[in-house]
């Protein structure tokens, strides 16, 4: 049972690149979000997902892109990197939208230049 | 939008030592959760708190759900070098899930 796996594990990009992170997860949990991490500021929620053909704007939407196509995946795109999306970025997914115990990936380290 | 504050930012200790944390919010949280992140891996729940002024231990790691259902505290008994890592408190209020900043815990042995 792999639980939520993120690729890639690191990625540098320069700036106006466009690029997909990738995560997947076997637990068939209905709800996923994405969250990225930045020094002193914890972990801030990008965009969620309540189940397959279902996503909603999180705390830090702008310039993030995601779909949720099947309940195992959900990708998260870059449209025009900018240096202000260095960040590490974490997948997490849960039974459902009101579990509040997340199962998070194990990260993808973005540098944009 | 709801915040969490969480203190210590840092901790540097012995081996041995306990530690303890907290964090606090101006508003009021139905649940309250601990994680710990390695380095290098993605945050793992520690402990859930559910109900306010609950007590719930987990091995060495205790943690408390404050009374006015605004504040939570960890304490970590006895640590050990593979207690390092980042503690990040987070607090949900309806749907929403709020993460504190995060303790930097090191151990040294």
């Known amino acids: 049972n792999a639980g939520v796996t993120q690729t890639p594990k690191f990625q540098v990009l320069k700036t106006g690149q466009s690029m997909t992170l990738q995560c997947a997860q076997d637990?068939?949990?209905?709800?996923m979000s994405w969250y990225r991490q930045d020094p002193g500021m914890g972990l801030r929620l990008i965009h969620y997902?309540?189940?397959?053909?279902?996503?909603d704007q999180g705390e830090v939407p702008n310039g993030y892109n995601v779909s949720r196509s099947t309940t195992e995946d959900f990708p998260l795109r870059l449209l025009s990197a900018a240096p202000s999306q260095t960040s590490v970025y974490f997948c997490?997914?849960?039974?459902?939208?009101?579990?509040?115990?997340?199962?998070f990936g194990s990260g993808t380290q973005l540098s944009v230049l | 939008g709801q915040q969490l504050n969480q203190s210590p930012q840092s901790m540097f200790i012995q081996e041995g030592e306990d530690v303890s944390m907290n964090c606090t919010s101006s508003?009021?949280?139905?649940?309250w959760l601990w994680y710990k992140q390695d380095p290098g891996e993605g945050p793992v729940l520690l402990i859930a708190?559910?109900?306010?002024?609950e007590l719930t231990s987990n091995g060495r790691l205790t943690a408390q759900f404050g009374i006015t259902r605004k504040d939570s505290f960890l304490n970590i008994s006895a640590s050990i070098p593979s207690d390092v890592g980042i503690y990040f408190c987070?607090?949900?209020?309806?749907?929403?899930?709020?993460f504190g900043e995060g303790t930097q815990l090191t151990v040294n042995p």
């Open positions: 997490a997914s849960s039974y459902d939208y009101s579990n509040e115990k997340l199962f």
């Open positions: 637990m068939n949990h209905e709800y």
């Open positions: 997902s309540v189940g397959a053909g279902i996503t």
């Open positions: 508003s009021i949280f139905n649940t």
């Open positions: 708190l559910y109900k306010a002024g």
């Open positions: 987070a607090g949900t209020s309806g749907s929403r899930l709020t």
